[in-house]
């Protein structure tokens, strides 16, 4: 079963249907945020299934691109992701997932992807 199409513009962003706008790849772009101390962990992708999947298990599962695979965060790392609850952006092209973070999120191990700052002016990063 299939997500209902978007809506035209004004329609999608006042409905209470949940219609997600998926890319060309049939890709949408999912940021994971820590529950309570509201920290942004990563940024992945989702397609359909992937979405329905987090939805209905209440764990993180994304789409892999390089693998063109699903996964479970953590499945193998045991750095697993409980949503506790999942907002979608006013046009449904982007979700929010409120997580609790078993581990690092990071494939680097590091509790974020975000841990490096770009200095405008050198264009360096700093950082962990």
């Known amino acids: 079963m299939s997500f209902e199409p978007p809506l035209?513009?004004?329609?999608?962003?006042?409905?209470s249907e949940l219609r997600p706008t998926f890319?060309?790849?049939?890709?949408?772009?999912?940021?994971?945020?820590?529950?309570?101390?509201?920290?942004?962990?990563?940024l992945a992708w989702m397609n359909e299934e992937a979405l329905r999947a987090t939805l209905k298990t209440g764990r993180g599962t994304?789409?892999?691109?390089?693998?063109?695979?699903?996964?479970?965060?953590?499945?193998?790392?045991?750095?697993?992701?409980?949503?506790?609850?999942?907002?979608?952006?006013?046009?449904q092209d982007a979700v929010l997932l409120h997580v609790r973070q078993t581990g690092g999120a990071c494939h680097t191990g590091?509790?974020?992807?975000?841990?490096?700052?770009?200095?405008?002016?050198?264009l360096r990063l700093s950082g962990e």
């Open 62 to 91: 994304y789409w892999s691109r390089a693998r063109q695979a699903l996964w479970i965060k953590g499945e193998t790392s045991g750095h697993t992701q409980e949503v506790v609850s999942v907002e979608v952006d006013c046009d």
């Open 110 to 122: 590091r509790k974020s992807c975000f841990y490096r700052t770009i200095d405008p002016d050198t």
């Open 8 to 15: 035209p513009k004004a329609e999608q962003d006042e409905t």
């Open 23 to 42: 890319n060309a790849d049939g890709l949408i772009a999912a940021i994971a945020q820590d529950v309570d101390t509201r920290e942004i962990l990563m």
